[in-house]
C-alpha cells in the first residue's frame, strides 16, 4: 500500500475527509513507473474494468514485466491481446496462462463467473471474420459474460440468420462482424431489440478497401440502435459489449 493511500484512509479514520472526497483522490492516483511503461492500477476503481495489455509491439520481457506489476498490485485476471504464438510461447515459460490462438488473446488467472445482465451474441457473416470474432468473444467472457456465438452466418444465405431468431431476440448485446459489404449489422440492427456492435473486418476482395467498404456500409446503416467501431477491433467490440451487460458495475453503483 502507498503512502498517499495510507493518508487518504488516515483521513477518512480521523473524519477529515468525506468517503467520497477519498474515493475520488483514489480514482486519480498515480500510476507505477516501469521505464517502458506507465501501468494504471487504478484503471479498474475509476472505470470498473483493470488495464487490458495491448500485446503488439511489445516485447515478451516487456508484458512480463507489466505482468508482474499487475500481480504484485492484486491483478487476479489480466487480459492480454494482440500475442502472437510466438510471443505467447515465451510468456508461458514463465506464466501459468491459456492462450487463445485464434483470437490471439492470453489470459492470466482465472475468468470469472458471467454476470452480466444478459446474453452476449458475437455473430460473423463468414468464417473468415472468426478471429475478429474470437478476440471479442474472449474479451466478453474474460469480463464476465455469457457468450453466444453464431459464426458464418452472413447476407449471402440469410435464412442462416434467420434460424437464429430466437438467440438474436434473447440477446442484451449483439456483436454483428462481417467484411466485404457489412450488411450483416444492418440485418441484425432491424430483428433486435437490443444495442448492435458492427465491427468491419479487412476480409474482402480489392474493392473493399482492407475493411474501408464495411465500415462505410456500417455507419451508414439504416437501422436504427447500431453503433461501429474500427476496423478488425474485436477487442473493442467485446469491452463496449460488457459495459452495456454490466451497467452498475460500470457507474460504481450497488
Known amino acids: 500500500m502507498g503512502e498517499d493511500t495510507r493518508e487518504i484512509l488516515e483521513g477518512i479514520k480521523s ?7 477519498a474515493l475520488l483522490k483514489l480514482k486519480i492516483q498515480p500510476f507505477e513507473d516501469i521505464g517502458y511503461a506507465k501501468v494504471d492500477m487504478h484503471r ?12 503488439a509491439g511489445k516485447t515478451p520481457e516487456q508484458i512480463l514485466g507489466i505482468i508482474d506489476v499487475m500481480k504484485s498490485h492484486g491483478q487476479k485476471t489480466i487480459l492480454i491481446t494482440r500475442l502472437s504464438k510466438e510471443r505467447a510461447g515465451i510468456i508461458e515459460r514463465q506464466q501459468p496462462m491459456r492462450y487463445f490462438e485464434e483470437a490471439r ?11 452480466g445482465l444478459g446474453k452476449i451474441v458475437v455473430a460473423t457473416g463468414g468464417t473468415s471474420d472468426v478471429p475478429v470474432a474470437e478476440e471479442a468473444a474472449v474479451t466478453a467472457t474474460v469480463l464476465g459474460n455469457e457468450v453466444v ?5 452472413g447476407v449471402a444465405g440469410l435464412h442462416r440468420t434467420l434460424a437464429h ?3 438474436i431476440m434473447n440477446a442484451n448485446v449483439i456483436i454483428a462482424i462481417a467484411g466485404m459489404e457489412g450488411a450483416l ?3 441484425i440492427g432491424g430483428l433486435a431489440d437490443c444495442p448492435v456492435i458492427a465491427v468491419p473486418t479487412s476480409v474482402g476482395y480489392g474493392a473493399s478497401f482492407g475493411g474501408l467498404s464495411a465500415l462505410l456500409s456500417m455507419l451508414n446503416s439504416c437501422a436504427s440502435g447500431v453503433s461501429v ?12 459489449a460488457s459495459m452495456i451487460n454490466h451497467p452498475k458495475k460500470n457507474r460504481n453503483k450497488d
Open 15 to 21: 473524519g477529515d475527509i468525506s468517503v467520497d472526497e
Open 44 to 55: 479498474k476503481l475509476r472505470q470498473g474494468v483493470a488495464e487490458v495489455i495491448y500485446g
Open 229 to 240: 467501431v474500427n476496423i478488425d477491433n474485436g477487442f473493442g467490440a467485446g469491452y463496449l
Open 149 to 153: 456465438r453464431l459464426y458464418d452466418v
Open 105 to 115: 488473446c492470453g489470459v492470466i488467472g482465472e475468468i470469472p463467473m458471467a454476470d
Open 185 to 187: 449489422a444492418s440485418v
Open 165 to 167: 431468431l430466437e438467440d
